[in-house]
């Protein structure tokens, strides 16, 4: 099993910046994509942003510019930079990951969620 936990959300005052972290835990062998996903009240959830295990980045159009995703595969960890925050960007993040175990064994893990309040 692997666990997920999220740090760093809060309230702040649109303009302003947040830096969310997530780290896996557990019995890890390997985690290859990771990404942040957020839902809104009355919103389907959506991704946000993802990266490979090398590095490769990708973006929701809506954060292109603003949000900077990258990850420390030594610590198993992955972060979401946030600048230029817009009440729009209000919603609970999760943090997500693809875990590959013995035997090739696949499984996509979630975290508990952190809550991200921008003010106008």
């Known amino acids: 099993q692997v666990q997920l936990a999220e740090s760093g959300g809060g309230l702040v005052q649109a303009g302003g910046s947040l830096r969310l972290s997530c780290a896996a835990s557990g019995s890890i062998l390997t985690i290859n994509d990771m990404g942040w996903y957020r839902q809104a009240p009355g919103k389907q959830r959506e991704l946000v942003a993802a990266i490979t295990r090398g590095g490769t980045t990708s973006y929701a159009d809506s954060v292109k510019g603003r949000f900077t995703i990258s990850r420390d595969n030594a610590k198993n960890t992955v972060y979401l930079q946030m600048n230029s925050l817009k009440p729009e960007d209000t919603a609970v993040y999760y943090c997500?990951?693809?875990?590959?175990?013995?035997?090739?064994?696949?499984?996509?893990?979630w975290g508990q969620g952190t809550q991200v309040t921008v003010s106008s």
């Open positions: 997500n990951a693809d875990h590959i175990g013995w035997g090739l064994i696949r499984n996509n893990y």
